[in-house]
Structure formats: structure tokens, C-alpha cells
């Protein structure tokens, strides 16, 4: 690739160059001229290569002709490890001499390839960028002084600088490129991978990457929102595929965080029990349909210590729908079949959400997200189980299902999002959820949050927010339900920032 | 069972209203050419992107709307429309137009043309030529057009021919905010027809101006060729002249 762009940088200066005097390519090129030292120096250093040994050696001086065929043989092979700033420049210097002679021998002069200056800024460029948020709660003392929403521990106020990461990027070629992603939390690399094209146009991608197919297909109310089972990490591969109007993703994978449930079923030593084998088809039909399927199928190990070695398999069907741009109707079913549960437990779960979008270009003064999930109570969220936010929880912690327990219930939520964007610096929303979780002697929990925010440069976002949730009352902590009653709220001020 | 009805009966109700019955013809021709995508990370991240195709109805509406907007003459309208196409090079490209609103962490997206790709059936077809701004580092609002050569260029012929629809692929790696993801605009081109816009005073003048390149090039060629018979008559003199040497000799 260096040789190529090497080749690139040399010809680029000479279409920009102004056309020099079209000289007679059957003249000599006399004696001396500075031509043939350069061509020699260039060559004993081993950046070029190709040209016969002999050449400008003897008595006869070459013509135009013959010198531009050297030049263009040694263009062909430029070592650009070997060369030097100074060896470019002399390149560059014998293809302006030779422009015509190259032009008439087919080395296309002409044909700039405007992107060089960039590309040679890009070789060996790393870029980095990187962004954190600053929160600072203030929460009630509503829920036994748990107060969750200021990390527990007791305390109603948290200052926290909550997320810090730093992006790297390197091309390391026109098809590959790395990434990765240094976290705060635990100083981690939880973004670690290469991408590159494989033959038949095959994008394959391997290390440390993010699963998150909802999210992909815009399957959940982004922000902070998240997928019903989906968006975890991995180790592993992955391959894509593109056909017409159909493409496939298939990944397999480790450690994927399965770590344990509020029951504490899904006990496992670590996050590397199981082996995950992912398939999706995803078809893009027309500017309006879309829809495809999801496969994930996940292998326990030999079980070590009592951990849960079963094997979890789901799969989903999954649809959207533009009836104009602002209105769109979407949807997901999943099934999922969990071994190794105690008898009398609901092994076959299965979940399905259906979403309303409407954007603000419809109603003007607001956009609307309406959905409406059924799940059964013992579906496996891989998401919740990976540590990470569920579906519908605010402020980064997962208690909007604090008290479904583990039972054969099926729970029903109802979750709607208005956000207004006022001008380019000044947007707000309001949030409402409820949940019926079926469980006896359980009551149905509802949350909502209301919050403004500033996009004070594109790089600096200031947001005050309010969020209560409501428990309810009655409710026992048994059968993996945490039990929480009353009411318990928060004021977040979050400042963040980019670079 | 309760909720799931209401909820079915206030997703009609709104879809009733998602009719829009007081906006503009040309807004909604305009938007339908317009995808939109938005997102947002967890930390607080946002990033918009948006792709405009430039089809024969969208740039008609285009146009029009303008012409409402600053109240233009006919005569007005076609210079305007004139110098429009002739910004696109619709002839002979399929231009799109890529804005970003980035109010997350700087994106790199140099080199652009690794960036972003056309995918026409099984073929993809990378840039021939876009707004170089993009291959410069930023945060906030950056947009500019994007264009692919609209014929093949090994066999000529027209890429679009016969095709249904068309995608407009971004690689995830001109953001962190994607995580991955990659973005895809999905635009349905079976009705399209470029050709249409070529007529009316419109047509002569892209004729005329096609014509006078055509004649510009022409004299070229014409001063090239004379230039090289002047190089061989030269050389037919020198030659002649060191014959008469040798056969004085």
C-alpha cells in the first residue's frame, strides 16, 4: 500500500504541475544530465528497482524516450520503506522532466489522484478523539435510603465522572482499519478490534467488538434506552456479507459477560462459560420494508463450580415499516429456549415489542415514540445480564423491573418518549413507563422523567433532568423481586464533553 | 389485553394524523428524497446524518420551491435551473448529498472516498469526486455533495438501469458514537428519470455548452496534430539535408 501511495504522491505534483514544453522524445538526453545520477542514486539505494543493470552505462546517450521508460519501470516498484523525503522529491522531479514521454507510455500523469496530500497525511496517522460526562445527583431518600440513583451506599448526592473514553483509529490500509476504545470504567480496552475485506467481498471484523442488532436497526429508543437483549461485548469474529438487497452477519464469539441474574440462576465462573454463535439476515426490500431474522445460540462449557453450563438458544423476527419518513411502525418477536431450569419453571420465554415513531417534521412541536413490550418473566435478557442498563431504565441503573422476580408471569409495559428539539441549541423530552409484572401481590411500577438540555457548542451538552419512579406499595422482596416500595427520585445535572 | 387495544386504537388515531394535510407539495417530495438517521450514545453523544438523492423529482421540486420562495421570473427559474444541473453533472454522475451534525467526539473522515460507497445490486461503486471539506477533522455541521459515476466504467453502460433501489453505505468508522454500526440509506429509483429535466430552454443550452467543450477540444486536437506534422516535416528536412552530405561526399 505505501508503495502505491508512494507512486500516487510522485504523480500527483505533475498534474498540477504546469505543462512543460512538449520536447521531441527521440532526442538525446545529454551527457551528464542530471537525470541519469538520479536514476542511479535512487536505484542504488534500492528504491527503485526494474531497470536493467547497464543502462546509462555506456557510450550512447538515451533518448527521452528510453530514459521515461526506466522512469516509469521504476515508478512500478518504488519501495516506499526505503525512501526518503529527499528520494520522493527526486522521483517527484524525474516525472515532471519526463511528463510527456510517461504520458505517451500510458503512466497515467494525468489522471490525479486528488486524495494523495490527504492519504499521505493519513500514513501512519492515528487519529484519536474522545469524550466523558460529569454527573452530578442529587437523589430522595425514598427507597430505604438505598438511593440507587446516588450509587447507594446510603448517600442522597453523587459527583461522578461516570464516563471518560479515548478512541483510536488507524488505517492501516484502504480495506482495514484498527479501532479501539480505552474505558474509564476499569481502565479497560472494551473496544479492541481490526476490520478488513476478505475475498468476495466479505467484511470481517476480530476482537473486542460490540453485539448490539437492535440498535442497529433502530429497534429501541436510543439515548439511554437500550436493547431488550442485545447490545453486549465480545471477544470474537465476525463476518459480513452483502447480496442485493439482503445482507448476513455471522458471529462467533466468547465471553460475552453472562454473568448472573437478580435470581441467581445463571451463577458462572467469570464471563467465559459459553460459546456464542450468532446469525442475522437482514433484508432491505425497499426504501419503506425492511425486516430480517436474528439467531443466537449460545453453548455452555463443561460446568465448573456449580456455574450454569445449560445452553440458551433465541431467535427473533423482526420488521419496520415507513408509511411516510415522520411515521414509521416496527416491530420484534423472540423466542427462547433456556436448558437446565428447575422444573415447573417457564423454559420456552418469549418477549415481543412493537413501536410507534412518530418524528417531530409530523406534529411539529414534538416527536413521539410509543411502544408496547410483552415479556415473559423468565426471558433472559443478555443485555441485563451483562451488566448492562435494561430496556427502559434511567440514569444508568436497572430498577424499572426491580420487582418481576423470576416466575412464570408475563409483564406488560407501556413506554413513551416526547423529545422537542426547539432550535439547534436548545432541545428537551419527557419520558413515561409503566409496568405490569404480573407477579402476585405485586404492584405495577411507573416511572417518568422530564429534562432540558443545551448543546452549548458542538463539543460541550449540559442537560438538567428530573426522574421519579413509583413502586408502589405491598411489595415483598421473594422469588428474585427486590421487594422496593414508595417512591424514589433524582435531579441529574450531566455536563459532556467531546474533543 | 386492555392496554394492548389502547394502544392499538391511539397508534391509528395518530397514524390518521400523520397524514399531513397542510404541507407543502414540494416539502413532502423533498423530504421523501431526504433519509434521515440519528444517534445517540449513552455518555451524552448525539450525531444526525443525513443523504439526499438527487432524482428528477427532487431536484424539479427543488427548484420550484426555490422559484416560490424568492417569487422568480420563468426566465429566472431556467437560469437558475441551468446552473443547477450544471453543478450535478447529472449526464454523466448521480450526485448525493451527505450532511453531518456532530455534537459528539471529532471525526476524521479522510480519506472521504473510503468512507462512503454506492451499492447498486451486487456492485459497489466507490466516489468519483466529493467536496474535499470532508477530509478535514471537525465537530458540528459539515455537508457537501458526493458523486458516483453513473456509468460503468469497464462496460459504459448505465448503472441504474433497470434497478429498483439503491444504497448509500457509511462505514462506522467515521464516528465512534456508531459503535459499529453502519449506516445505510435506502432510496427507490425504479421511476427515476435524470432525462427528463433535460428539456425545454434547458436542453438548448446544455446542448450549446456540450458543443463549444466539443469545439474546444477539437482545435486542441487540430493545434496537437499540426504541431506533430511540423515535428515531421523538421525532421524530413534534417534527414534530407545529411543525405545531400553523404552523396556530396
Not at chain 1, 238 to 247: D, I, L, S, Y
Not at chain 2, 50 to 66: D, P
Request: hydrophobic share 40%; charged share 25%.
Amino acid at each position: 500500500m505505501k508503495k502505491f501511495l508512494a507512486v500516487l504522491a510522485v504523480v500527483a505534483l505533475v498534474a498540477f504541475a504546469a505543462p512543460a514544453f512538449a520536447a521531441n522524445p527521440f532526442m538525446d538526453v545529454p551527457a551528464g544530465h542530471w537525470a541519469y545520477d538520479a536514476v542511479a542514486q535512487l536505484a542504488a539505494r534500492g528504491v527503485v528497482s526494474g531497470y536493467p543493470d547497464g543502462a546509462f552505462k555506456g557510450a550512447q546517450p538515451a533518448t527521452r524516450y528510453e530514459v521515461a521508460s526506466v522512469v516509469a519501470r521504476a515508478l512500478a516498484k518504488v519501495d516506499a520503506e526505503k525512501a526518503s523525503k529527499q528520494d520522493l522529491e527526486m522521483l517527484k522531479k524525474l516525472v515532471m522532466e519526463f511528463k510527456d514521454e510517461l504520458d505517451a507510455l500510458g503512466v497515467k500523469v494525468d489522471k490525479l489522484d486528488k486524495r494523495v496530500a490527504v492519504l499521505e497525511e493519513n500514513i501512519g496517522g492515528w487519529k484519536f478523539n474522545g469524550e466523558f460526562r460529569f454527573d452530578a445527583k442529587w437523589a430522595s431518600n425514598g427507597d430505604n435510603f438505598n438511593n440507587d440513583y446516588a450509587g447507594g451506599e446510603g448517600r442522597d448526592v453523587q459527583f461522578n465522572n461516570s464516563r471518560a473514553r479515548i478512541h483510536v483509529t488507524k488505517f492501516i490500509d484502504d480495506n482495514s482499519l484498527f479501532f479501539g476504545r480505552l474505558n474509564s470504567l476499569g481502565a479497560t480496552w472494551d473496544r479492541f478490534y481490526i476490520q478488513t475485506k476478505l475475498p468476495y467481498d466479505v467484511k470481517f471484523t476480530a476482537g473486542r467488538f460490540n453485539m448490539d442488532w437492535e440498535g442497529d436497526y433502530g429497534l429501541y429508543n436510543g439515548g439511554e434506552n437500550d436493547g431488550t437483549f442485545t447490545d453486549f461485548t465480545v471477544d470474537g469474529f465476525q463476518f459480513a456479507k452483502q447480496w442485493g438487497v439482503m445482507n448476513a452477519r455471522l458471529v462467533v464469539a466468547r465471553n460475552l459477560e453472562l454473568g448472573t441474574d437478580d435470581e441467581g440462576s445463571f451463577q458462572t465462573n467469570s464471563d467465559e462459560s459459553h460459546m456464542l454463535y450468532a446469525l442475522n439476515l437482514h433484508g432491505d426490500f425497499n426504501e419503506k420494508f425492511r425486516g430480517g431474522l436474528m439467531a443466537y445460540l449460545m453453548n455452555g462449557d463443561a460446568a465448573i463450580n456449580d456455574e450454569y453450563a445449560g445452553d440458551i438458544q433465541t431467535y427473533a423476527g423482526y420488521f419496520g415499516f415507513d408509511f411516510t419518513p415522520a411515521v414509521t411502525l416496527q416491530g420484534i418477536y423472540y423466542m427462547q429456549k433456556i436448558d437446565d431450569l428447575a422444573a415447573g419453571t417457564e423454559d420456552s420465554p418469549n418477549l415481543w415489542k412493537v413501536q410507534l415513531n412518530l418524528k417531530q417534521d409530523l406534529l411539529k412541536f414534538t416527536s413521539l415514540w410509543i411502544e408496547y413490550s410483552q415479556e415473559d418473566n423468565t426471558f433472559l435478557s443478555l443485555n441485563q445480564l451483562a451488566g448492562g442498563c435494561g430496556a427502559y431504565d434511567w440514569s444508568g441503573n436497572t430498577f424499572f423491573l426491580a420487582n418481576r422476580g423470576w416466575n412464570n408471569g408475563t409483564s406488560k409495559i407501556l413506554f413513551v418518549r416526547a423529545d422537542q428539539k426547539w432550535n439547534d441549541k436548545w432541545s428537551s423530552f419527557l419520558r413515561y413507563a409503566q409496568a405490569d409484572v404480573d407477579a402476585v401481590g405485586t404492584d405495577d411500577t411507573k416511572m417518568w422523567t422530564v429534562g432540558i438540555a443545551m448543546q452549548y457548542t458542538p463539543a460541550i451538552n449540559f442537560q438538567l433532568a428530573y426522574d421519579q419512579i413509583d413502586y408502589g406499595t405491598g411489595n415483598v422482596a421473594t422469588g428474585g423481586s427486590l421487594g422496593r416500595n414508595g417512591t424514589e427520585s433524582v435531579v441529574r445535572f450531566r455536563t459532556y464533553v467531546s474533543f | 389485553m386492555k392496554r394492548l387495544s389502547v394502544f392499538i386504537v391511539v397508534s391509528l388515531l395518530l397514524s390518521f394524523i400523520a397524514v399531513p394535510s397542510n404541507a407543502a407539495v414540494f416539502d413532502k417530495v423533498i423530504s421523501r428524497w431526504t433519509k434521515e438517521r440519528r444517534f445517540e450514545s449513552r455518555e451524552g453523544a448525539n450525531l444526525t446524518v443525513s443523504a439526499t438523492y438527487y432524482g428528477a423529482e427532487y431536484i424539479e421540486a427543488y427548484i420550484q420551491s426555490e422559484a416560490q420562495k424568492n417569487l422568480w421570473t420563468e426566465n429566472e427559474t431556467e437560469d437558475f435551473k441551468f446552473n443547477f444541473l450544471s453543478a450535478l453533472q447529472l449526464d454523466e454522475m448521480i450526485p448525493v448529498n451527505i450532511k453531518f451534525v456532530n455534537n459528539g467526539p471529532t471525526m476524521h473522515l479522510g480519506p472521504f472516498d473510503a468512507m462512503i460507497s454506492l451499492v447498486v445490486g451486487n456492485q459497489t461503486y466507490m466516489p468519483a469526486d466529493y467536496d474535499r471539506r470532508f477530509n478535514f477533522s471537525f465537530q458540528g455541521d459539515k455537508e457537501g455533495l458526493v458523486y458516483f459515476r453513473r456509468f460503468d466504467e469497464k462496460t459504459g453502460k448505465d448503472i441504474l438501469k433497470g434497478v429498483r433501489s439503491v444504497k448509500i453505505f457509511i462505514r462506522t468508522a467515521v464516528s465512534p458514537v456508531l459503535d459499529g454500526k453502519d449506516i445505510t440509506f435506502i432510496f427507490d429509483v425504479a421511476n427515476d428519470d435524470p432525462t427528463k429535466l433535460y428539456q425545454g430552454k434547458s436542453a438548448a443550452r446544455f446542448e450549446t455548452d456540450r458543443l463549444l467543450k466539443r469545439l474546444d477540444k477539437l482545435r486542441k486536437d487540430k493545434a496537437e496534430h499540426e504541431k506533430q506534422l511540423q515535428g515531421i516535416n523538421d525532421e524530413i528536412v534534417t534527414v534530407q539535408k545529411r543525405l545531400d552530405e553523404l552523396a556530396k561526399q
